[in-house]
């Protein structure tokens, strides 16, 4: 049992370590901060606001419930293979490997120590070069990451959509929310490539299409990243497309331009010009937050605006479906040849093999 009982003893060091790492006690006052918050019967008066405690809450809730029952467990296991009783060894094993296991696939959470880490994520996917075929291309990738997120459990909201002219889409914006979401996919953010034999050529030739994708973590609150007024050029005007009588007929849809950065964020998917202006001004300011860091500034007047031709030029991953399968991160060097299976959602690997190389664990 000596065996078993040095390999609990590690696995015990090892959560110790995670739970000092992520300042669990820390994340129990923030709970109980929040359930005080919660209790408040006024808090529903604004619903966005009670909304978004809520789920901090419950996130917080299944964090702290699990580091503080897989401590547990480990304790619990490690009391009954001190009885050495040889009749028990082989359920040990399994308890201590289960525990591993689950160890394993949380211990993730270590890797997020960025400031938005824990933010929720506005994705937009905008189809590149490649006509057809590229709108075709962000039409399947957005429904990798939609499966993705469904299969976590993560709250989708479409904030935006243009549709393709044949087939596919042009860009399409949404709200992902759950426990790290920024963290988890913000080495999603750059050009992805596929290669493959087209299905809109009569002739079936190898099209290689480009769609880039475009990872912001949401910030809704205009204290987070405050915006002078005099900086915003903001339009109204028609909406166009689909959405009823009353989107196509009145001036709902609004423009919104930062001055100093050039950027421009334009929504027209509500039928309220308010509700419009307020989703706009949420992706601004996640813009400009994720400018900033990466051009490490503190003054938002000094931020540039992205460089469109640059991040064309940017592939971060590469899909290819013919001549042979394969999807390669071209920063982590990380490569499949189950195409379908990551097309279908199952991105984790991807998502991990980022993770470790931009922490420099990864060689």
Same mark, same amino acid.
């Given at each position: ?37 919660? &209790? ?6 604004? !619903?966005?606001?009670? %909304? ?22 480990? @304790? ?20 201590? &490997? ?5 160890? @394993? ?20 996917? /905008? ?18 990451? =939609? ?11 479409? $904030? ?15 709200? *992902? ?29 190898? %099209? ?5 994708? +475009? ?21 109204? #005007?028609?909406?166009?497309? /689909? ?6 007929? =009145?001036?709902?849809?609004?423009? $919104? ?5 050039? *950027? ?17 001004? =949420? ?6 937050? !994720?400018?900033?860091?990466? !051009? /490490?500034?503190?003054?938002? &007047? ?19 479906? /013919?001549? #042979? ?30 993770? +470790? ?5 990864? =060689?």
């Amino acid at each position: 049992m000596q065996d078993l009982q040095k390999e609990t003893d590690d696995l015990s060091a090892a959560v110790s370590d995670a739970t000092q790492k992520l300042d669990i006690e820390e994340l129990e006052k923030r709970l109980s901060e929040l359930t005080k918050l919660t &209790a408040d019967p006024n808090l529903w008066q604004d !619903q966005t606001k009670a %909304q978004k405690l809520m789920r901090e809450q419950a996130n917080l809730q299944d964090r702290v419930k699990f580091w503080r029952e897989l401590k547990k467990s480990l @304790e619990d296991l490690s009391g009954l293979i001190k009885l050495g009783d040889d009749s028990l060894r082989s359920d040990l094993e399994k308890q201590l &490997a289960k525990t591993r296991r689950q160890f @394993e696939d949380h211990k993730t959470e270590l890797m997020f120590g960025g400031e938005f880490d824990e933010a929720d994520v506005i994705l937009s996917i /905008h189809a590149g070069a490649g006509g057809t075929d590229a709108q075709d291309w962000a039409q399947m990738l957005l429904r990798m990451y =939609t499966r993705w997120a469904e299969n976590g459990k993560y709250d989708v909201k479409t $904030v935006d959509q243009s549709a393709g002219e044949e087939a596919g889409i042009k860009s399409v914006t949404l709200e *992902i929310s759950g426990p790290f979401a920024y963290g988890k996919l913000k080495g999603e953010h750059g050009v992805h490539r596929l290669v493959r034999l087209s299905p809109f050529n009569a002739d079936s030739l190898r %099209q290689t299409s480009f769609a880039k994708v +475009e990872v912001l973590p949401k910030i809704d609150q205009p204290d987070a990243v405050k915006i002078d007024d005099k900086d915003l050029k903001v339009d109204v #005007y028609r909406s166009g497309g /689909h959405g009823g009588q009353s989107v196509n007929t =009145t001036d709902s849809a609004v423009r $919104v331009t930062h001055l100093p950065s050039g *950027i421009t964020v334009a929504i027209q998917n509500e039928r309220s010009q308010l509700q419009n202006k307020e989703t706009a001004m =949420t992706i601004l300011r996640s813009k400009l937050a !994720q400018l900033r860091l990466e !051009q /490490h500034l503190e003054n938002l &007047a000094e931020i540039k605006g992205p460089n469109q031709s640059a991040e064309w030029g940017n592939q971060i991953r590469s899909y290819v479906l /013919h001549p #042979y399968k394969q999807v390669k991160d071209l920063r982590s060097k990380y490569e499949t040849s189950d195409v379908e299976k990551v097309l279908d959602g199952q991105i984790d690997p991807l998502i991990n093999s980022y993770l +470790e190389y931009s922490l420099g664990t990864k =060689t």
